[in-house]
């Protein structure tokens, strides 16, 4: 009888693992479809740079030759274009690379304060016709969270950049932050053009603009806020939007904060 358990036992094992596997598998091939979506995804987006490159060629080959006009015009636009492609193609390494960001900088640790009242004076340098206000009544100086400082700045930026790229009339910009319990609020509210509620759900997919036309006119490849959203969530923070067309956008960042002690056995092991 000893045998018969012992075998029982063992059907039970197989099947574990057989269900393990599965899953594995299924795993596996969810991966395989991701990456061949992205590079079906990546070819669509360079395929308009290239033949907007291709056409100026064309251009320039037949006229360009006897006509110093559309020989510099071909030039410019050929280099301008080129400059597009680079950026995008740096803006998708930046995507790949944001899935990893914890293997990378797994004990990063910032005061929200200091990086958030650098990024905003930067802006605002950059950015003279706009008011760039700072509201962080709310949020004691010595609050931290776990991320790289680089990678917060770049948050910022990314939303900061936004508000200003989609603005109207309306040239002001305010940047929040606030501690609610555990969780540090960081929000970035514009009073530019609005993002209607259809439109919402869908700008944090990669390559996604809501004007493709208009969009790629400001220099925008659709990227900076899937990049923002992976990055956000590989520090277990959540980024959402608020918005209302026409009126202004709110994009609010959530992270957990980090207790004294928390920061300090991370500034330990980020120096070991
Ligand atoms: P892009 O580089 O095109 O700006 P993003 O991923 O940053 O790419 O944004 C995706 C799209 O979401 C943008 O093309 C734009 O249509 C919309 N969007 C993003 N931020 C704002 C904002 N602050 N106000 C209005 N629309 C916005």
Known sequence: STVRIKDFHRHDELQELAV????????????????KEFVGDVSHELRTPVAVIEGHLNMLERWGKDD???????INASLQEAKRMQHLIQEMLDLTRAEQINVQYPNAVSRVADVLRRVTGNMAM??????ISLDMDDLPLETEIQIYQGHLEQLLVVLIDNGIKYSTDRKELNISAGLD??????IVQDYGEG???????????????VDKARTREKGGNGLGLSIAQKLVTSYHG???????EG?????????????KVQAQKLRQR???
């Open 20 to 35: 393990s596997f599965n899953q594995m598998l299924d795993r596996m091939q969810r991966y395989i479809d991701q990456q």
């Open 68 to 74: 110093p006009e559309i020989l510099a015009e071909s």
């Open 126 to 131: 950059v950015h003279t016709d706009f008011t």
């Open 181 to 186: 319990q555990n969780e540090v609020h960081i």
């Open 195 to 209: 993002i209607s509620k259809s439109e919402q759900s869908k700008i944090f997919n990669r390559f996604y603009r």
């Open 238 to 244: 959540t980024i959402s939007v608020e918005s209302v």
């Open 247 to 259: 009126q202004g956008s709110q994009f609010i960042m959530i992270f957990p904060v980090l207790s």
């Open 270 to 272: 980020e120096q070991s």
